[in-house]
């Protein structure tokens, strides 16, 4: 079910109100953004309170549904993208459960978090800084914490195919940093969160497009009931 769910998601209002005082130019990159991406769907496999770490956040989209849909959780959004972290400040209107941070995302200032979320961002990283990013992510959750990976996967070849193009056309324009394009499916995440004692499962996503998404959660120190 769903060819394009995410666009018609609750959601959508809060998330992109956020940015109604943005230029016309971002607002429109929010709102395609916005339809492409199964965004609510993550939010609904977020804890209800505590702290998430967005990953690569860009202008914080994501984040601002995060916290419509849970008034307990903070968040926190990183990325090296000086750009999109200005867009991300301002759209925050001086949220106390929002911050956002342009620095290298493997040296937070925290000491734990309850969530760290990766959205259409670890293809653009090889894979040996994949697999540090997880140990790194790894290391900081809280017992019962979890790491959600929205990824785009390898089948159907012609969605892969289109998805490629678009990843390529996209880092070209340098609207996206990050040259490498280092896809796995669902299953790869599985197998390596396994030896950090991350327990994995993927969640059936609604949303339907040109991409092969899927979302996986690893949750470290129990079993994952999802």
């Known amino acids: 079910m769903g060819w394009f769910a995410n666009a018609f998601h609750p959601l959508r209002k809060p998330a992109l109100a956020a940015f109604s005082g943005q230029p016309r130019g971002q607002r429109l990159h929010a709102a395609i953004r916005w339809a492409l991406a199964p965004f609510a769907e993550v939010v609904e496999a977020l804890p209800e309170h505590g ?26 959004g990183v990325d090296i993208d000086q750009r999109r972290i200005r867009v991300a400040n301002a759209a925050a209107h001086d949220n106390p459960r929002l911050r956002f941070l342009c620095q290298d995302w493997m040296k937070l200032s925290i000491d734990h978090a309850d969530a760290f979320v990766f959205i259409d961002v670890l293809h653009h990283v090889a894979e040996a800084e994949q697999r540090k990013l997880l140990a790194y992510c790894a290391s900081l959750l809280s017992p019962g914490g979890s790491i959600l990976i929205k ?21 070209l324009l340098r609207v996206t940093l990050g040259a490498a ?22 969640i059936p996503l ?19 009931e999802s």
Do not use: I
Not at 51 to 76: N, R, S, Y
Not at 151 to 168: H, I
Not at 214 to 223: M, N
């Open 51 to 76: 702290l998430c770490v967005d990953m690569g956040c860009g202008a914080g989209l994501f984040a601002q549904a995060a916290v419509a849909a849970h008034p307990e959780l903070q968040v926190l």
């Open 151 to 171: 990824e785009v996967g390898l089948r159907p070849r012609w969605k892969y195919a289109c998805n490629y193009l678009f990843d390529l056309s996209t880092a």
């Open 206 to 224: 609604r949303h339907r497009d040109y991409a092969p998404h899927y979302l996986v959660k690893l949750t470290y120190g129990q079993a994952n």
């Open 181 to 202: 394009r280092c896809y796995h499916d669902a299953s790869w995440w599985m197998q390596a969160g396994g030896p950090l004692g991350l327990t994995g499962v993927r």
